[in-house]
């Protein structure tokens, strides 16, 4: 357990408790030690990889921002966490906020940067509450603000509340939102790493991902590396598995542990006699993972290598019971409903996904669904930002994997899993 | 086979009859006319008889009104876009409920030539071709007709559409197929 | 320069430029709806999808997006981007009304043509379509917002581009509404643009609705006359009335976009009450008699008085062509004249200025979009060149510093620094200004450090404001500036250069006081209404009632018309054409747009139908262009110029006129800027004035003051009230705030007027605005001052 290693029910762990259990010494050591180009290398040796669901190596865009590029720079916090079925940004932020501190001023010394803003949902609210207070705590303690701990480096951190919608998590549209305009992505390039916030240098990371680097430092890139079961991993990962299991929630274990391990031996397994029909590895935005599969290692390598992705690593379990275009149908209305606007994929190629979904489940529709949603799938794929791809995946693995159940909706007229007397979900 | 047949019986008919061959065309033709004589003619005695035309016949043009009793033309000037003769002319306006319509709309018929491309070209259904073909005039400004003259109180060829009921102008989200209007006010879903 | 193949065929471009345009440069058009030239890529339609075969990027990507690099082997037809951008028609027909027919777009919609293109016929979308309501957005833009199709155009012209805040994008995803908060008129100067950009029938042109249809107007390329920028239109006509007026593209001059003074004002040419038939003491006559009885009159007056007692009158909105055939007739005749100009202030402050600019490099908009440093002194843009100000912005939004030197209160879309200076204040400034190593740095903070790092510099000038020896200070202040400073000139009419140019020293006010004197009895008028703009109507008017004869050639119906002997209706720009030469000396043609007459709307019978008969012409007899008139008197008084027809008035012109030798139409003319005098002439003193008095300044408001858009019924809804602006604190000693109703005592009469307050504004100075009511008809004279016992509250 490296990073809810303090984790307490019911609160948070205290600046001291942080402290006392090595907080904030890696934060010395790299402001007294390293200089800002060793902490960089240390990052990018340990493979260290975002863990916000794109999976680019951290070290890599931390090298983005040269030496002699403009300032002030600023550190993004990625606190967003709105992608369906992720919630370890929130249990972490619950069990150790000061260990995302500690990450947000080292990797702000290592790049430069002055300023630091933890963007978060309007739903944590009480996480908002909460980070401003141990901001404060922080500050006074010298750890946050002018001179810290005396040795000429300067960082602010700051609390900003979103102001809603999904969009928000993409990082260009997060930096629009922080600067007051409409939250619609950018086009990279130019990078945000030369030109993000207020045309500024700005490095923006997942909470996650920021939480591993002062065990980085304080540790080791090989110790780090070492954590990982997989060779291409580096470092553990906080699993969420919801869904159908016995014992639903946010595992913290090593990088590439088989999805089986973490489904029937964390998670507990499915309820009570029931069988698993398929999987999201990741969050909502990847493939549905058949049962044949379960033995992939859950790491970025890894599930690129049978065609999927890491994502957020959320594990999002369905059962027999599950009808799967209901599921997907559930994925699309969530999609389509959180589109930006901006392209034209994304804004109505969702909704005619979405469309032909609910006829399918409400059993109005016709034979050459199918194949229109696959053209439709494979359309979405180039839109201007990664939420429309993303919504692409469960789609295409819909029809993919399950092609004889969709068949069967149009067939019978209706969803064939639906008891008498339901409600269309 | 047929030819050959003929030509045997001609070169047989010339070699027995020779100059008796011309009396039997002659003959032939006389028989023709008194078969004929007792048969009843077929010809019309228009117009004390007056033939029904079908109902796609291409006549006088007229401007129907939809189901409801509203004219369908919305003066999109399709129809004088169209019209090889350049015979319709219109000017559009816009109706106190909003609606677009005719102001003035006129047809020459001195130039129609009753192609029924603009009946073709229509979106609304509004101007078609009637089998009447009586129109006569003395004047050839008599020719010239004008909305109030096409304009007629029925629905013409077609009896159910209304292209009212598919344009998304007027009253906003009240027609099959469209949703409520969008209140751009509240970012909820 | 990257050199790629597109279809095949290989092409090689400037760096810079995106494969969409690389593309078009070899005559192959790839749909696009959101892509537009001014407004960069957006990347939003996803409709110019094309194939990327070989090179540094490879599959299926956005042309607009992507620069053109070296090695790139584009696809156009490939059926990977072919199928895709015919889903994404697909999409936007998804929710896309069934508008066509009601749909004024239809035509010329760019929606139509990539829709046809792509070849989308069947409905395959199963679900309801999304809905609307539309918003009141003025009265020059009509909104129907489910035509909409997103493309973010409008957004990113009215907000980015242009500056101006209340239209936007409201609400999320496929229920974006680009709208105002409120239904309202759009605040923008500029906002009939919209209707240009929109590629549905989104946003449609409000006066011009269900008017006619795109194939039936008569459309040809012409110029917009409302101002010295000289901006290249299109115009439409149908049925003898101007129905449209749309921006029309020039790289060199308006880039994509005109103003909306520009594109509402041509309604002066539908007027109703604009002459139409020739009249004589008011009764309306044939051309012949009218012909006749001018010549008549104009030999009379010759006999009895010599050929200096008639005066010509010419104005700074006549034509190129008519300016020369008047000057030569006047050559010939040996008329005094052509006045060109009010006074003898403006017409030297005319030529200071076109001197002074043409001696420090001449700007044009370009060079203001291109300029690192702005100055603006005596100018207003939004109000008297408005496109100005959107040159202005672009050149802000790269980075460019822009300070004003002005008593208006000016608005413009951008931060900027302005200093309320005038007379001897700006003279000052200016001079220290030259002298001094922070130049105006005092009036103008920030400047020093703006300058430091700017290369190119424009200074912009206008004469309406500033007077005669403030305009010399301005010329010596930018020859100080060294570097690479240009001057922009902005003058008051469109063709004003050329008057400038053709000018003899007679005035319009030199003419009035031959005429106290008795020694001019009889008044040409080409194209000219003394009565717009003069402070002193009083003078004016006893002037031109003891004239034995008023001849007036025009189209406008003016008030020298009505007081006019003989009237000799003259042609439009529209019906005639004409050459025009603008700000920065372009010379520019614009093309007939129509044969002219009385609109079919004015003529239809009782019913609302046009009339039943046989006719050989339409009604209303054809005006003939002023410089056609004017060749035909001449040929009756046996002056004949020799010149048949337009090609011949240029042979002669460019004989006759160095400014006009080898210039080509679209060139600019290389002008020497004809002596002005270094004395020139007396500048006339300013009036004393007690500290109960202000200085009265007249100025001119984007919608309201132009001579020919305040005969536009179109820009009625738009015009301003009367306005006078005050100092702020002078104002709040006095116990005035802004909103409060005054009457100012002018003359014999009382004039009413709406506050106005602003820090800029000089203390002893008092800015007034006829706005709407022209300058009042009942004023006999506005004076220099005005006094605080001339002002009462409401």
Known sequence: MVLLRNRKPGRIATLEEYKASGGYKALERALRELSPGDVCAMVLESGLQGRGGAGFPAGRKWMGIAPDAPKPRYLIANADEMEPGTFKDRVLLHADPHQVLEGMLIAGYAVGASQGIIFVRPAYGRIAEILEREVELARRANLVGPNILSSGFSMDIKVHRSGGRYICGEGTAQINAIMGLRPHPRETPPRTTEKGLWSLPTLLHNVETLACVPHIIANGPEWFKGLSRSPSGSGTKLYCVSGAVSRPGCYELPMGTPLREIIYQHGGGLRQGRHLKACLPGGASTRFLSPEELDVEMDFEGLRRIGNRLGTGAVIVLDDRTCMVKATLNLIRFFSRESCGWCTPCREGLNFARELLERLEEGSASFDYPEILRETARGLCNAYCPLAPGAAQPLESLLDLFAEEVMDHIKKGGCPMKQPGQQRG | MGEKREGRSRDEAERREGGLHVLGAIWGGFATTLKHLFRRPITQQYPEVRRSLPERARGRIILTRDPKGDERCVACELCSAVCPVSCISMQAAQREDGRRYALWFRINFARCIFCGLCEEACPTLAIQLTPDFEMIKADPLDLLYEKEDLLVDHCGKNTYYDYQEHCGTGEKGMRPGELPPVDPKTNLP | ??????????????????????????????????????????????????????????????????????????????????????????????NHPHDCPVCDEGGHCLLQEVTVASGHCRRRYPGPKRTFVDQDLGPFVQQEMNRCIHCWRCRRFYQDYAGYRDFGALGIGWRTYFGRATSGVLESPFSGNLVDICPTGALTDKPSRFMARRWDVERAPSLCIHCSLGCNVTVSAHLREIVQVEARYNGDVNGHFICDRGRYGFDYANHPLRPRSPAVMGEETSWSKAIAQAVAGIEEVTRAHGPKAIGVVSSERASLEAMVTLSLLCEETGWEGPAFFQDEETLVKNRLLAQVALSHGIAGLREVEKADLILIVGTDPICEAPLLALAIRQAWRRGAWVGALDPRPIELPLTFEQSGLWDEELKKALLKGAQREEGLEEVLPGWKEALDRSREIVVILGPTVVDISSLRRCGEFVSKLGKKARIFPVFRGPNSLAASALSRESTFRSLARKIREGKIKALLLVEADPFHGTKMRGELEASIRSLELTIVIDYLPSEVVKRAHILIPSATIYEGGGSFINQEGRLQRASPVHRGGIPLRRNLQGNLRPPRTFAKGPPGETAKSSWQVLLELGERIGKGLGIEDKEDIWKVARERFPFLWQVEPGGRISWEGGGVQEEAMEEEEDPSQSSQEMRVLLVTSTFAGEELSQYSSKLDPVRNEARAFFNEEVASQRGLRRGDRIWIRMGDVRVPFSVKTSPKVPSKLLILDPGNEGLWREVREVSKTIGWTEIERA
């Open chain 3, 1 to 94: 320069m990257p050199r790629l193949t597109i279809d095949g065929q290989v092409i090689e471009v400037p760096p810079g430029t995106k494969v969409i345009d690389a593309a078009e440069a070899l005559g192959i058009v790839i749909p696009r709806l959101c892509y537009h030239p001014a407004l960069g890529p957006a990347g939003a339609c996803r409709l110019c999808a094309v194939s990327f075969l070989d090179g540094p990027v490879k599959g299926v990507l956005m042309s607009c997006s992507i620069e053109a690099r070296d090695g790139m082997v584009v696809s156009t037809e490939h059926p990977e981007a072919v199928s895709f951008r015919k889903q994404v028609i697909e999409w936007l027909m998804m």
